[in-house]
């Protein structure tokens, strides 16, 4: 089937962070999202923008990423318009972020609806995700802020929840919901429940809304960072642009769109969730990535040069040979070992929440 742009759409990708429980492969200086982290020929930055230039059409994608990114971010997508790379002079979180491409897309094209997603997820059903922004435009129109709830197919605790309610009754959005709240990461019990009552959807940080719409809750309830954002936004094509910038960006508010806008606009009523289910993973550890690598040899998943690792008795491990020797691993079940040419890590999938306590340790240099 082919698809067809869907007017007045625009998607913004921040793209930002380290993928600290990545480590040792994803580092500060070349994050996650520039990797190739599936073995599918094209990194998770790159497979984001193949979902989403259907929707939109390659003029319509905007990415916001940090200045040490930029170039990397130009290499790996070039049909990217040189007007549509926003660079952040430091990380403020994603409100800020998101937030200056909704008002840079308003100074720039009127009350379009935009749709913030992700660098550095992966999704294996694109057909679904496409059919889910179409309803969630459709909601947005009628001024909702739209989250795209992703169906949990296990009780976890490394993912915030969205408590789905009844039916939200707009046009072209059959499967659309009210979303009653948002939930934090919860233990392993209260994941249980919330999956036995059948309302719970992971949050995937997915949110489509008008630019007026998102700008006016900001105002509302953000009036500083809203401010900041609007001046920035009336003096980026501009010769002020660089002034303004650095003037502005050090004072925003540092705070995630969830807290900043979702929860509060949920709790009023004026959140909205689409139900989907996308095979959509937030590559948040090696423990999340084992699942989404295929098992080869002995049950071991391997990323990287082929011929460069011997397991034996080893289920279930991980193992990246990118330091360019042989890697083996003998009798250590769900082992993680990632060599790089200056760091080597060994530590095992229960423990790979933990790595950011590794990371924290580690001189600048290694991070």
């Known amino acids: 089937m082919t698809l067809h742009p869907i007017p007045g759409f625009h998607a913004v990708v921040p793209a ?10 994803s580092r500060r200086s070349h994050p996650k999202f520039l990797l190739d982290l599936t073995g599918s020929g094209r990194t998770l930055l790159q497979g984001t923008w193949d979902r989403l230039v259907p929707l939109t059409g390659p003029d319509g994608v905007v990415v916001v990423t940090g200045e040490a990114h930029a170039t990397a971010v130009r290499g790996q997508l070039p049909d990217l318009p040189g007007e549509s790379l ?10 800020a972020a998101i937030g200056l ?3 840079l897309l308003h100074e720039r094209h009127g009350d379009v609806v935009l749709g913030s997603f992700a ?3 992966v999704v294996r059903r694109p057909a ?16 909702y802020v739209v989250t795209i709830g992703i169906t949990a197919d296990h009780p976890s605790t490394a993912f915030g929840y969205i408590e789905t309610g ?5 046009a072209g959005a059959p499967a659309a919901r009210h979303a009653v709240a948002f939930a934090e990461k919860p233990d392993a019990q209260t994941a249980a429940e919330y999956l036995a009552t059948g309302r719970y959807r992971w949050n ?3 949110f489509v809304v008008r630019a007026r719409v998102l700008l006016d809750h900001l105002e509302r309830l953000q009036p ?22 650095a003037h502005e960006w050090p004072r925003l508010t540092r705070i995630a769109i969830d807290h900043a806008v979702a929860e509060p606009v949920a709790a009023d009523g004026g959140v909205a969730v689409v139900p989907a289910d996308l095979g959509w993973d937030d590559v948040g550890d090696w423990r999340s990535l084992a699942g989404l690598l295929p098992a080869g040899p002995e049950g071991v998943r391997t990323l990287g040069e082929p011929g460069r690792t011997l397991a034996l008795d080893s289920e279930g491990a991980v193992v990246v040979p990118d330091g360019g020797r042989l890697v083996t691993v003998l009798g250590i079940p769900d082992a993680v070992v990632v060599d790089t040419p200056d760091a080597l890590l060994v530590t095992t999938t229960d423990h790979a929440q933990r790595l950011r306590e590794v990371v924290d340790r580690l001189p600048d240099a290694l991070r």
Do not use: F, K
């Not at 679904?128 to 001024?143: G, N, Q, S, Y």
């Not at 009844?166 to 707009?170: N, R």
């Not at 960072?225 to 094509?237: S, T």
């Open 16 to 25: 930002g962070g380290a993928g600290t429980r990545l480590w040792p492969l």
């Open 86 to 95: 926003l660079t952040e002079p430091s990380g403020r979180d994603s409100m």
């Open 204 to 206: 995937a940080g997915m």
């Open 224 to 245: 500083t960072l809203h401010e900041g954002l609007l001046r920035i936004a009336r003096a980026w094509d501009t010769a002020e642009r660089g002034a303004v910038l």
């Open 119 to 121: 660098a550095d997820h």
């Open 166 to 170: 009844p039916a939200l009754g707009v």
């Open 101 to 103: 491409a909704a008002a």
């Open 128 to 143: 679904e995700l496409h059919a889910a922004v179409r309803e969630a435009v459709a909601a947005a129109r009628a001024d």
